[in-house]
């Protein structure tokens, strides 16, 4: 397993319980892989997730050899690895990093630009493609084709800049 690359998936921000679990901060959109079995490297050690929880919207897990509040306490600050694999994704499910650089054409064909940028937040992430703001979702975004590399979207009026709503 150590020759394999690595990912960041969490930051563990502190201790929790008696018993040696840790707060991790996720650095990941698939929770999955702090779930218990899996195998996390914190620092040149392979551990493996004993117990995984969401308390208070964050993941707590326990890790193999970690057994005390102390013990969990000197982890602090410091970061987690998974191996570095494409989590199994649905059919209309992407890696948003995917989606970047990617052709944006509108249903009837014009050339918008590529994704910049992807914005996280709350509701739906948010494509940059040069001006245009578009939010992901079914109403906008019609189709993603990784292997065209293009994504077809339906602008509404005034998503445009400069152009007014209709």
Known sequence: ???KPTVQVGQIVGAFGIRGQVKVEPLTQFLE???KGKKLKL???WLTVESFSIHKGRPLIKLSGIQTMSQAEQLQWQYLEAPDEKPTLEEDEFVTED???LSVITVEGEKLGVVEEIFANPAHDVLQVGEILIPVVKEFVKDIDLDAETITVQLIPGM?????EG
């Open 43 to 45: 620092g040149e050690q």
């Open 99 to 101: 989606l970047i650089g």
């Open 33 to 35: 892989r702090l779930e």
């Open 160 to 164: 445009r800049p400069g152009e007014e």
């Open 1 to 3: 397993m150590n020759s």
